[in-house]
T-cell receptor, first 115, second 110 residues
Framework: NAGVTQTPKFQVLKTGQSMTLQCAQDMNHEYMSWYRQDPGMGLRLIHYSVGAGITDQGEVPNGYNVSRSTTEDFPLRLLSAAPSQTSVYFC??????????????FGPGTRLTVL | DQQVKQNSPSLSVQEGRISILNCDYTNSMFDYFLWYKKYPAEGPTFLISISSIKDKNEDGRFTVFLNKSAKHLSLHIVPSQPGDSAVYFCAASAGNQFYFGTGTSLTVIP
């Protein structure tokens, strides 16, 4: 049971390049999400999904695309990278039911630098 | 506009004493609140949560208090241990979205 895995761990891009951050979970969770963490800003929700084929926007969706073709995978695509997208990106998964002890499980993060 | 706020960027506490981390929120639609702990170069890990229908939840050394009228959440750690040194994030949920505070860096001094 690997939990939530993210690849790559580090990435450097040039402005205008595109790339995909990979996220996979093996806990059969319906809910998956992407966050970015910036200094002084906490974690901000980019996109989320409540099941295969269903995605929706979070707080800061501009410049990012997502898709959810399987329960396990939730890739995040940067269409045309900008320096403002330099950040640490976290993927998370969890059950949809919100009860005591329910939570999201986070991956280890991808540190992205856009030059 | 930040809907979840942690106004203390850092906190230092002696080992064995109580650590109290605070969090304020603005959205009265939040119905579920969580605390996460984060070490450098790792993803956040879940600590404890509370539903809006409760005012207290306890799990071992960790207790979360919710004051809905004040829109205030706090995490108490008793007794504090050096291994508790980390950044603590509070989070709140409405529907399928989660909103995080900016974090408080806790240092427990041996």
């Amino acid at each position: 049971n690997a939990g939530v895995t993210q690849t790559p761990k580090f990435q450097v891009l040039k402005t205008g390049q595109s790339m995909t951050l990979q996220c996979a979970q093996d806990m059969n969770h319906e809910y998956m999400s992407w966050y970015r963490q910036d200094p002084g800003m906490g974690l901000r929700l980019i996109h989320y999904s409540v099941g295969a084929g269903i995605t929706d926007q979070g707080e800061v969706p501009n410049g990012y695309n997502v898709s959810r073709s399987t329960t396990e995978d939730f890739p995040l695509r940067l269409l045309s990278a900008a320096p403002s997208q330099t950040s640490v990106y976290f993927c998370a998964s969890g059950r949809r039911v919100k009860s005591s002890g329910d939570t999201q499980y986070f991956g280890p993060g991808t540190r992205l630098t856009v030059l | 506009d930040q809907q979840v706020k942690q106004n203390s960027p850092s906190l230092s506490v002696q080992e064995g004493r109580i650590s109290i981390l605070n969090c304020d929120y603005t959205n009265s639609m939040f119905d579920y609140f969580l605390w996460y702990k984060k070490y450098p170069a790792e993803g956040p890990t879940f600590l404890i949560s509370i539903s809006s229908i409760k005012d207290k939840n306890e799990d071992g050394r960790f207790t979360v208090f919710l004051n809905k009228s004040a829109k205030h959440l706090s995490l108490h750690i008793v007794p504090s241990q050096p291994g508790d040194s980390a950044v603590y994030f509070c989070a709140a949920s409405a529907g399928n979205q989660f909103y995080f505070g900016t974090g408080t860096s806790l240092t427990v001094i041996p």
